[in-house]
């Protein structure tokens, strides 16, 4: 059996459920309620101005003649049934055909009594038969017994006419009449049902067109809550009206907050206003904060019409640049595989033959010196080749969920204990005690490693003590933890930091350029990120920015 199912199959299956059906037989009760109201209404209604005639003067003249005791009998029925079904007795009755069907017929049959008591069909009241046929053929569901109504309607107007025929009450010619209403009440009665069905079909089809559209909407609200990409509905002003659970998570904004683009982000602001003008969707790629996660936005129009809402997706960039990291890194390793092997023998030789020059007793004192450059740029090409194969050599991260507070000061002694200079670490407050972060260890280690190095041999440099002071924090959302790497060094340069993790890119003597590169990749293909910044009061910083994972009590 086959698990997929179409959407539309899918939609119809969570339509008509249980609760769906007992809907729409509550809507069916609820019309057939709304109708009976009505047809008891115009019977309350009906018997009111029957015995309105003879209270008020003159009236009695506008009937041929009268039978008082027989018409306020059955004017007083009429109004006494419809009083009593206005009650809770009404429910029993529009709840069952069988019990709509005996009371038209039980209407009918004073109705006859009414007619009957004015003079028959030359009074004209054999009209009132419409009423009833009227409400059998819209209450009753069943044809047949809406038709067998309108046949009992006809048969009394006809016995009524005939038995005054006979009594010479009434002429011949007024059969025709009788006739006549007779085919008047078959057509209204077929006429209505034909109606009636059409209308239920219809109302039929709005129910299940409704019930669609809500399942369609119900499906469409848990996908928008349930998908990554951050949804924004803004006007062409670039006000965010609606924003879902992804776009809030991604761009740090309160649930409900209504909030132009120009204070979520200006590049952002400007890409949508430049959409907005020139309709070209050309997305570039954003960040809200500087430690914050790379996101592309991408617009749609939700309407050609001028001055209406647009459609603004906001996707995290990371894993897109992730990827292109790995398939950049998968052809530099194959590079730098192979110049590295071409590369390390000749330098092998060029090495071994400056160190036997240098042994030699024939070398003089200049070219000794020329001696020793060959043999020190050669160790440094070396260790170029050795980062170089260290790159290329990277396997993918093996990450695991560690305790920051209770790993780092374990490697920050492993670290101290290897050091042949004294070195000054310190490990401020851990703001991020119970935070947990999931990233391969041996990774952050080479990271930090690279890191701390660099910070000794700037602060070294610069005429300072060796010290290092690790601090941690958190986001204002929480959802980030921040360990930075603060050195007491003069830093980096401001024309520099743009380069600043550029392979080669190095401002020392010594360095290969390839540590800051080799620390930003290792972080990045553990979706951490590292930047370079100045901490509140000026100190050069480098900071590592983890995902949290959780909360651990």
Known sequence: MNSKLPIQEFIQINTFTGADN???????????????????ACRLLLAIALLSLLIIPNSS?????????????????????????????????YASQTHIFGLILFDITVIAMIVGATGGIISGFSVLYLINVFAAAAMIRERTLATVIAAIAVLAVLMDTAWMVSRSEATVNMLLSAGLLGSLLFALSLLVQVMTSRLAEAEADAFNAKATVEALQRLNEQIIIHMETGILLSDNAGTAICINDAAQTLLGLAEGERIHLLNISADLANQYQEWCETSTDLPEPFRIAEEGPTMVASFVALSETANQSNLIFIEDYTPVTQFAQSLKLNSLSKLTASIAHEIRNPLGAISHAAQLLTESSTVDAADGILCDILVSNSRRVSDIIDNVSEVSRRQAPKPKDILLSSWLPTYVEEYRSLQQQRCDIVISDLEATDIAISIDTEHLKRTLSNLLDNALRHSIEDGDCSRIRLDTSLDKLGNHVHLDIVDFGLGVAEYNLTRLFEPFFTTSKHGSGLGLYLCKELCEINGARLTYRRTQVGESAFRITFDRVSTLL
């Open 61 to 93: 003249e506008l009937i041929s003649q009268i039978d008082r005791t027989v018409f306020v009998a059955g004017s007083s029925i009429l109004l006494l049934s419809a009083l009593i079904i206005a009650g809770r007795i009404g429910r029993r009755v």
């Open 22 to 40: 007992r809907s729409r037989d509550g809507l069916v009760d609820s019309a057939m309620r709304r109708l009976f109201a009505i047809y008891n």
